[in-house]
């Protein structure tokens, strides 16, 4: 399971690192607050807890959130400066068996 993430991670910080203008588009939306508030939302509305997280090579921090059912998931971004801002979110989650050397773990 901690490969699976590291692979999910790893996708979400290329999706998020090439798209610099997202966060920006996204505080202007006030979809932004601190850290805590946002974990704290997303797991009182929606049951959802970090599965995976990142490093940016903005300097941000990139977690992937969703509920035990998988019926929905988040991207939360929190920047340097310490705004945590929400980058997307939807429903379906599914985690992936991680393929190593052509074979699946």
């Keep these: 399971m901690l490969r699976t993430n590291s692979i999910i991670a790893g996708l979400v910080l290329s999706v998020v ?46 977690e992937v959130l969703t509920n035990d059912k998988g019926s929905s998931w988040s991207i939360i971004v929190t920047l340097p400066t310490g705004v945590t801002c929400l980058v997307a979110s939807g429903e379906g989650w599914e985690a992936l068996r991680p393929i190593v050397s052509g074979k699946i773990l």
Excluded: F, I
């Design 17 to 62: 690192a090439s798209s610099g203008t997202t966060v920006a588009a996204q505080q202007n939306e006030n979809s932004c607050t601190d850290r805590s508030s946002a974990l704290s939302h997303l797991s009182k509305n929606y049951q959802e807890q970090p599965v995976a997280m990142g490093l940016a090579s903005s300097g941000g921090v990139v």
